[in-house]
């Protein structure tokens, strides 16, 4: 009897935690959208915020994804631009397997053909031009569009003989267009050298993640190179170096930070002292 009353009154206890604990641990509903994680501190915050905020985060200083539009309504003349070649798409040259069916996703999500924004209009009154790469488009891996258009960006920029200004952020070549992605790589370089001779400036600005050909690239020619806080610039992945070396790398290595040390990069610039940064440059070389 002693020990059925024992178990009554420790199921009751549990009952009575539990009742107790029910509040905090109450399930709330929260629609999407209202709050973002950030993935660095993972502390929650009002999305309106972040977006207020230039996507970064408030708390740890994170530097999140901004759309190519978001970010150049931040930087031109009271948001005003005018976009170049947006309807350009690729023929898919080598006809690789299901890439029609990922460039459909692709422009679903975000609305464009491609992951390159060209534009140009006055930053600080300064007439410039300037390319932007988005992310959410397959990486802005660079394929045909992607250097057509950045050399066309640049091209336009040596006639008009304006200051060019490339914000990159890219997973590289893409895959699915093979030799014909890694042919970009020259396009873009020998435009730029042309623009160079022209004894006209470039300011490349790289965004978290930069990597493979557009590093390779244009993305490390500007006669000045910028890189937001944080981003992870490089060839291959540190994965891939690690297992390749069998070393392990430094800390941080082929973040911008590391970068800035190590003479691959010349300045920091958060984003929300982006426009005011590229306004005195482009003064200063104007
Ligand atoms: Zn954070």
Same mark, same amino acid.
């Given at each position: ?33 209202? !709050?973002?994680? *950030?993935?660095? *501190?993972? %502390? ?10 230039? !996507?970064? *985060?408030?708390? *740890? $200083? ?5 759309? %190519? ?7 031109? /003349?009271?948001?005003? !631009?005018?976009?170049?070649? =947006?309807?350009?798409?690729t023929?898919? #040259?080598?006809?690789? #397997? /299901?890439y /029609? ?10 609305? @464009?053909?491609?992951g ?22 397959m990486m802005?891996s660079m394929g045909t569009v992607a ?5 066309? +960006? ?13 914000? =990159?952020? =890219?997973g590289g070549a893409r895959m699915q267009e093979g030799?014909f992605s890694?042919?970009q @790589? $020259?396009?873009?370089? +020998? +435009?730029?050298?042309?623009? @160079?001779?022209? $004894?006209?400036? !470039? ?5 978290? #993640?930069?990597?493979?050909g557009?590093?390779? =690239? ?17 060839? +291959? ?14 800390? %941080? ?34």
């Amino acid at each position: 009897m002693d020990k059925l009353l024992k178990e009554r009154r420790h199921r009751l206890n549990e009952f009575k935690d539990y009742l107790g604990k029910k509040p905090a641990s109450k399930h709330v509903e929260i629609p999407d959208g209202i !709050y973002t994680k *950030c993935p660095q *501190c993972e %502390g929650l915050v009002l999305s309106s915020h972040i977006k207020e905020n230039m !996507y970064v *985060c408030p708390k *740890c $200083g994170r530097h999140m994804y901004i759309s %190519g539009h978001e970010r150049l309504e931040q930087l031109f /003349d009271n948001g005003k !631009y005018k976009e170049y070649w =947006s309807s350009m798409k690729t023929n898919d #040259p080598l006809d690789f #397997p /299901d890439y /029609d069916l990922k460039l459909e996703k692709a422009k679903k999500r975000t609305g @464009m053909n491609d992951g390159v924004i060209v534009a140009s209009g006055r930053i600080g009154h300064i007439k410039t031009v300037v390319v932007v790469m988005d992310n959410h488009f397959m990486m802005a891996s660079m394929g045909t569009v992607a250097g057509e258009k950045i050399t066309r +960006a640049i091209e336009y920029a040596t006639r008009k003989k304006r200051p060019l200004i490339i914000f =990159s952020s =890219s997973g590289g070549a893409r895959m699915q267009e093979g030799i014909f992605s890694l042919m970009q @790589m $020259g396009k873009t370089c +020998a +435009a730029l050298k042309r623009h @160079m001779n022209a $004894g006209l400036l !470039y300011i490349s600005y790289l965004t978290h #993640p930069t990597t493979g050909g557009v590093t390779a =690239s244009f993305a490390l020619l500007g006669d000045i190179n910028i890189a937001e806080p944080g981003a992870l610039i490089g060839f +291959a992945g540190p994965r891939v170096i690690e297992s390749t070396l069998r070393q392990k790398l430094p800390e %941080g290595f082929q973040r911008s930070e590391f970068l800035v040390e190590h003479g691959f990069v010349d300045l920091i610039v958060e984003r929300n002292k982006s426009r005011e940064t590229l306004i005195t440059l482009l003064h200063l070389h104007s």
